[in-house]
């Protein structure tokens, strides 16, 4: 199994601004994803990153990947309202192992 | 395409009580997951299937049977349900290990 633990455990910025969240793990991976949830509801997924990628980037979020430090962190550019949720990585093969999550609050 | 469907949204029961929580996709996808998520935390892994026929267990299977006979659809039993298992169960699915998985909604269980 591998874990994935998300710092820091909750963030809050303005609207506008950037959100830097980070993913630390244990193991050795074939790839690391991100997922967001929004309150109460289903993981919405944003990104999977390869272990032989470094950077990978989606609309406004960008993935970096560090095997070395067993890492990645998740920035969001020019964060919005609708960017409220709890950000979650992952990585696994049969068994994916969730950490708690980072909680972002972006106020208008 | 539905994606993930699960159902019931929402169920309470009594202790002692069994109740099968159904979940089912359209999307071809072999690997098939069940969470559950308590409150303010991350999700635990019941069990999951890498395809028809095949189970096995996940970080926290107590308490829980499945089964896979078909591709489509994967339910999770509550054998007995306890207030331990109060949570919002989720299933997900993806085409293959180690894929980007798909949510369902989720069902939230209450037992009392």
């Known amino acids: 199994s591998q874990q994935g633990e998300e710092d820091p455990q909750a963030l809050s910025i303005q609207e506008g601004e950037n959100a830097t969240m980070n993913c630390s793990y244990k193991?050795?991976?074939?790839?690391l994803q991100w997922y967001r949830q929004n309150s109460g509801r289903g993981l919405v997924h944003l990104i999977l990153?390869?272990?032989?990628?470094r950077e990978k980037h989606s609309g406004r979020l960008r993935v970096t990947l560090d095997t070395s430090k067993k890492s990645s962190s998740l920035l969001i550019t020019a964060s919005r309202a609708a960017d409220t949720a709890s950000y979650f990585c992952?990585?696994?093969?049969?068994?994916?192992?969730f950490g708690t999550g980072t909680r972002l609050k972006v106020l208008a | 395409n539905a994606g993930v469907t699960q159902t019931p949204k929402f169920q309470v029961l009594k202790t002692g009580q069994s109740m099968t929580l159904q979940c089912a996709q359209d999307?071809?996808?072999?690997?098939m997951s069940w969470y559950r998520q308590d409150p303010g935390m991350g999700l635990r892994l019941i069990h999951y299937s890498v395809g028809a026929g095949i189970t096995d267990q996940g970080e926290v299977p107590n308490g829980y049977n499945v089964s896979r006979s078909t591709t489509e659809d994967f339910p999770l039993r509550l054998l007995s349900a306890a207030p331990s298992q109060t949570s919002v169960y989720f299933c997900?699915?993806?085409?293959?290990?180690?894929?980007?998985?798909?949510f369902g909604p989720g069902t939230r269980l209450l037992v009392l």
């Open positions: 193991t050795s991976i074939n790839n």
């Open positions: 999307m071809n996808h072999e690997y």
């Open positions: 997900a699915s993806s085409t293959d290990v180690g894929e980007t998985q798909y």
């Open positions: 992952t990585s696994g093969t049969y068994k994916y192992i």
């Open positions: 990153i390869r272990s032989n990628e």
